[in-house]
């Protein structure tokens, strides 16, 4: 009989050892997306387009999450949010991306897998429906990092990844955007109509991390401007030895500041929290040059992290407690 026991119990270890660690239902998961930050201002906000927003976010973080907690990976999570919020015309990606100054659509994109470091870049996109798939497309089956214009929209092509024509991008409220830019620049105000990317970051069961950004980048924007969203480091970075960052605001300041591997830096180097580095980099340093904007960011223990220094950043998450958070305003 204690044979019988000592055997049953070798097995079982036997099994548990060889259950892949994505399997470990102790493993925390969490997830948290943007939908850009900027002057979101309370009195321009009607109570059903906040409850639009609400909704939108909504779906897009539950919708990872329920990747998360059926053992999917922190990619396919990630991914699947993104895609969601570029269908959604209320954000500056996919469709509802805004203007250049010549009347067209540029759509940039990242994805980076924490695990590996592997990462995938598009940019100045003219007919891809999700630029998020064909940056997932470029990591996974191609031999480059990062693909524009083009040659990145050839690729879209033989990897059966969707195309539109130009005009699925149009959205009246974004082109009225576009004329009130140029009018501004014309009189010679600053340009106010800033931000609306999205992005998403995850920590799977397998505790590997994931981010990946999407974007129409700036209203106004000149033909051929790239912006820190698909620059690896700046706008989007995952390292599991760290965290997983997805950022919104003015790119050439993130470009600059290379914002999303400097709060990853700090952790690894400096021994700094994933809060506490993110606030440093975009409520100091950024600031002190003079750069608005947010991040968010998930580290290897599930905790979450959404800063800005902006009046506003639309945001959700669900963090390793199952804690659930749904936000436009900063306070
Ligand atoms: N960071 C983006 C860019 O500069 C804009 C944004 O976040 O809305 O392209």
Avoid at 60 to 82: M, N
Avoid at 144 to 166: S, Y
Avoid at 270 to 298: C, F, N, R, S, Y
Avoid at 299 to 308: E, T
Wanted: contains cysteine; negative net charge; aromatic residues 6%.
């Amino acid at each position: 009989m204690t044979r019988l026991v000592t055997r049953l119990v070798a097995t079982l270890m036997a099994v548990a050892a060889s259950l892949p660690a994505a399997q470990a239902a102790d493993q925390p998961v969490a997830i948290a997306i943007h939908g850009g930050a900027g002057t979101i201002s309370r009195s321009q906000m009607t109570a059903e387009r906040e409850k639009a927003y609400l909704a939108a976010l909504q779906d897009a973080v539950e919708a990872g999450h329920r990747i998360l907690e059926s053992g999917g990976s922190s990619l396919d999570a990630v991914t699947e949010a993104v895609r969601l919020l570029e269908d959604s015309p209320l954000f500056n990606a996919g469709k509802g991306a805004v203007f250049t100054h010549d009347g067209r659509n540029e759509l940039d994109a990242a994805i980076m897998d924490g695990a590996t470091l592997n990462a995938g870049a598009v940019a100045g996109l003219h007919h891809v429906r999700n630029p998020i798939q064909l940056a997932r497309a470029v990591m996974e089956k191609s031999a480059h990092v990062f693909m524009v214009g083009d040659g990145a929209e050839e690729f879209a092509l033989e990897q059966g990844i969707r195309l539109v024509p130009r005009d699925y991008f149009y959205t009246e409220e974004r082109w009225q955007r576009l004329q009130n830019a140029r009018e501004r620049e014309r009189a010679a105000l600053p340009q106010t109509d800033k931000f609306g990317t999205v992005g998403a970051v995850a920590l799977d069961r397998a505790g590997n991390l994931a981010a990946a950004t999407s974007t129409g980048g700036l209203t106004n924007k000149r033909y051929g401007r790239i912006g820190d969203v698909p620059v690896i480091g700046a706008g989007t970075y995952a390292n599991n030895a760290a965290c997983a960052i997805s950022a919104t605001g003015d790119g050439e300041y993130f470009i600059r500041s290379v914002v999303a591997y400097d709060i990853a830096a700090r952790m690894m180097y400096a021994d700094a929290k994933l809060e506490q580095a993110a606030t440093e980099v975009i409520g100091t340093k950024l600031v002190d040059m003079g750069g608005g904007g947010g991040v968010i960011g998930v580290d290897r223990y599930g905790n979450v992290a959404m800063v800005m220094n902006t009046p506003g950043m639309y945001r959700a998450s669900i963090d390793a407690n199952g804690q659930r958070v749904v936000r436009i305003f900063a306070d």
